[in-house]
Structure formats: structure tokens, C-alpha cells
């Protein structure tokens, strides 16, 4: 049997998108969110789109579509595929991991328990890199024009790569995919390589390869402990210089960076459920600010009922879809900035106060703001006429105020999770 490598709009009869794009720096565009599943649970579906997310990442597992040597199943991600766009929402499908029928069985560590392991190695012989990247350009052709953006590999430069990380064994097999997809699917969108961290060595060589010439985007998974997400400013600027300096001549636009991967759990040693929902939200205004079009959080629903255990507890719902204060912050910032891009970060004293300034297509202004560190006041001075009933105001849980326009400005309490401030055609005075 060949491979099927029709497109999902011809074999399933369905309209065909624009071929797929990196998301504008827009709320809520670029709003995404990561699940464990693929056939069902269209009740976690219904609940992401309905608290704002535009995008879903999940792992387009090897070994569940190529059930046979050059056999493909592509059921299960059909389906999928299929679901996600009735609710309007866009794949990042990681292609991964490796498959048993084309490398060998290592002995490895479990990163959590530390004991040994038996698992299959990643691609890295000749053949099983020619059938991986076979596999990938049958996935960017048959799901071609369906909006979706292709990540290869997660965290490699970590235990899922197998026996241990090597990042020229990596690069082999992203710039043999890169060039397969790209005879296949030419418009496909490839991003690369969703380290753990951004690891600058590994990151180095990566970049320093010429893989450049084959990516649309540049991705990373910028985690930290109990850390906030402003926290990454260093780290996303030292990338960008990096970026820019191995990017090829030629390139019309800088390579973006994609933060494909970022959370925090509430398992009682990382942050707390009222702090988590603060850095969900924080993390995609904070991420558009810094040029980030494309944000992932992890993870949509609790993998386990323990609360102490880490890995059970990332969520923005439990384990019984009950939201978390995540799930309504989130909701919240789509709902009140839907159409809004950043047009920069207000100066303040105290450089741990946010407020970002966002606008419109309309001209309109809305405010993001917040701090760092323990709540402060500040006083904001407006150009324009405030309306009669004073400034509308809506905290990061959706409540709804209104503050008194007086002569002495605008005056916020800021504190952890943001505020939203309509100012409509007024602006700040700096």
C-alpha cells in the first residue's frame, strides 16, 4: 500500500485556508494552548475556544501514523484536524518521537524517578532519518493549506532525545525534514528546534548550521521555576541578537521566535492557582512585547488528581474540567483585547510596574497593566475627555469598574494579575 499523501481538503471535502502563517502580533492571534489528546473530547475543545485560545499544540506521533513501513493511518489526526478548525482553532503539531521499526532499543534514565529504562533511540541512522522526513512531508501534504505550523522535534537538546541529547544528530535529522516538507508542501510553516530553556550552546549550533535558510520561526520553551515570565527579557534579547546575526542574507523580515512551550503548576511548590492565572496572562502580553507572535501555554487540563505532584498540576482546568483562576484570566484578556497589538511599554519609576500600551485598527487605546514585585499606585496623566461615567476598568478576573475621571489623571492600583483600562481615543501623556 502507498503512502496517502492527498490533502485533508480533498479527502474529506473540506474548504481549503490560506497556507499556513506564523499569527500577527494581535490579541488574541497568537493565543495558544497544549493538550495530551486526539480523537474525542470535544468538550475540552468547546472550553478552549471558549476562554480564547486560537491555537493548539500537540504531538503528530511518528509511530501513530506509520503503523506498517510506509504505511500511514491518518485517521486519528484527521479527526483532530477536523475538530480543531469547526471551533476556529488552529494546529502546532510537533512531529515526533522515534519508532521501533527503524532504530534500536536503548537503555536510558527516567529524567523523574531515576531508574533505568528501556526506550526506542531517536533518529539518527540514515534510514530511520529518511523515513522520519519521508513521514513529515506526507503529514505537510496531506494537512497542506489546513493553516497548520509544523514544529520538529520537542526538547531535544533533554532527555527526549534518546540515548542523550546531541545536537548534531539533531540537526541532521530537522535539516532532512526541513528540505522534505519544503519539496512537499513548499508553503508549509517549520519551526524549530522547542528547547527546553534556551540553552545558548546548544541553541548556537543549531543556528550557526544554515537551518536558518528552511525555518519560519525560531522556538524555545523559556520555563522558570516560580520566576515570572518578565524574568526572560535577557534571555529572549540574547536570542534575537543570535537569530539576526546567523539569519541568511536575503530574508525580507527577522525569523520570529515562537515560545511553543511555557507554564507553571500549581502544585504548591511552584506558584500558587491565583498566581498562575497572573503569569498566563502576563506571559502573553509580556511575549508580545517582545516580538513574540506565537504563545503556547502549558497545559490545558491537568494530567493527574495528585496536587502535589508537578506534572499533574499545569493546567488551566483540573483533571474534571473545572476551571482554575487561569481559565478566566485568559478568557478575560482575549475578550477585552481581542484586536488589540502592542504599541509599546509606558515608562514608569519603578521598573518592576508594567502598563503596555495597545492599539487598534479604529485608533482605539486600551491599557495592560500590572507589577512585578507587590502592589503599587500609580498616577497616569491622559490627553482627552474622559467620558461622563469615568474610565472603564476590568480586572484580570473580568469584574467590571469604573474610575472617576479627576485632574490629577488616571490613578491604578497595579498589582500582580493585569488590569484592563479602555481609554478610546485618549492618550497617555508621557
Not at 495530551?36 to 499544540?57: M, N, Q, S, Y
Not at 526541513?178 to 528546534?193: S, V
Request: aromatic share 10%.
Amino acid at each position: 500500500m502507498k503512502p496517502v499523501v492527498a490533502s485533508l481538503g480533498m479527502a474529506l471535502g473540506l474548504p481549503c485556508m490560506v497556507a499556513a502563517q506564523l499569527p500577527a502580533l494581535r490579541l488574541p492571534d497568537g493565543v495558544g494552548v497544549n493538550i495530551h489528546f486526539v480523537t474525542g473530547h470535544e468538550r475540552d475543545l468547546d472550553l478552549i475556544a471558549a476562554a480564547g485560545f486560537r491555537w493548539v499544540r500537540m504531538d503528530f506521533t511518528w509511530e501513530a501514523v506509520e503503523r506498517r513501513r510506509g504505511e500511514y493511518d491518518w485517521s486519528g489526526y484527521d479527526e483532530l484536524t477536523r475538530n480543531l478548525r469547526r471551533r476556529g482553532l488552529r494546529a502546532l503539531f510537533i512531529l515526533d518521537y522515534s519508532h521501533r521499526l527503524y532504530e534500536e532499543s536503548v537503555q536510558t534514565t527516567n529524567p523523574i524517578t531515576g531508574r533505568p529504562e528501556t526506550n526506542v533511540a531517536s533518529p539518527r541512522k540514515p534510514e530511520s532519518v529518511e523515513a522520519f522526513a519521508r513521514w513529515a512531508a506526507a503529514a505537510a501534504a496531506r494537512y497542506a493549506r489546513q493553516g497548520v505550523v509544523w514544529e520538529i522535534w520537542n526538547e531535544p537538546n533533554i532527555f527526549f532525545w534518546r540515548p542523550h541529547p546531541n545536537v548534531d544528530d539533531y540537526i541532521r535529522l530537522a535539516r532532512a525534514t526541513c528540505r522534505a516538507i519544503r519539496a512537499a508542501e513548499p508553503q508549509a510553516a517549520i519551526i524549530a528546534p522547542g528547547i527546553s530553556g534556551f540553552d545558548p550552546p546548544f541553541m548556537e549550533r543549531f543556528l550557526a548550521s544554515g537551518i536558518l535558510e528552511y525555518l519560519d520561526g525560531v522556538s524555545v520553551h523559556p520555563y522558570r521555576f516560580r520566576r515570572p515570565p518578565e524574568t526572560a527579557e535577557a534571555e529572549y534579547r540574547r536570542l534575537r541578537e543570535r537569530v539576526d546575526a546567523h539569519t541568511p542574507a536575503g530574508r525580507a523580515k527577522p525569523i520570529p521566535i515562537v515560545s511553543s512551550e511555557w507554564g507553571w503548576s500549581t502544585d504548591g511548590k511552584d506558584v500558587s492557582p491565583e498566581t498562575q492565572a497572573a503569569f498566563l496572562v502576563r506571559q502573553q502580553l509580556f511575549n508580545l512585547s517582545m516580538g513574540v507572535p506565537l504563545s503556547i501555554w502549558y497545559d490545558w487540563k491537568n494530567d493527574g488528581r495528585d496536587p502535589h505532584e508537578r506534572e499533574h498540576n499545569f493546567g488551566v482546568v483540573d483533571a474534571d474540567l473545572n476551571p482554575k483562576p487561569a481559565y478566566q484570566a485568559v478568557q478575560t484578556l482575549a475578550r477585552e483585547l481581542t484586536g488589540y497589538a502592542v504599541a509599546g511599554r509606558f515608562p514608569l519609576e519603578r521598573e518592576s510596574d508594567w502598563v503596555l500600551l495597545l492599539t487598534n485598527h479604529l485608533g482605539m487605546t486600551r491599557l495592560a497593566a500590572w507589577s512585578v514585585e507587590p502592589p503599587s499606585t500609580v498616577t497616569l496623566q491622559v490627553e482627552g475627555t474622559p467620558p461622563p461615567e469615568g474610565w472603564r476598568v476590568v480586572a484580570g478576573d473580568g469584574q467590571e469598574s469604573r474610575l472617576p475621571a479627576t485632574n490629577r489623571g488616571l490613578t491604578l492600583e497595579l498589582r500582580a494579575l493585569p488590569q484592563y483600562v479602555d481609554l478610546g481615543k485618549s492618550r497617555l501623556l508621557r
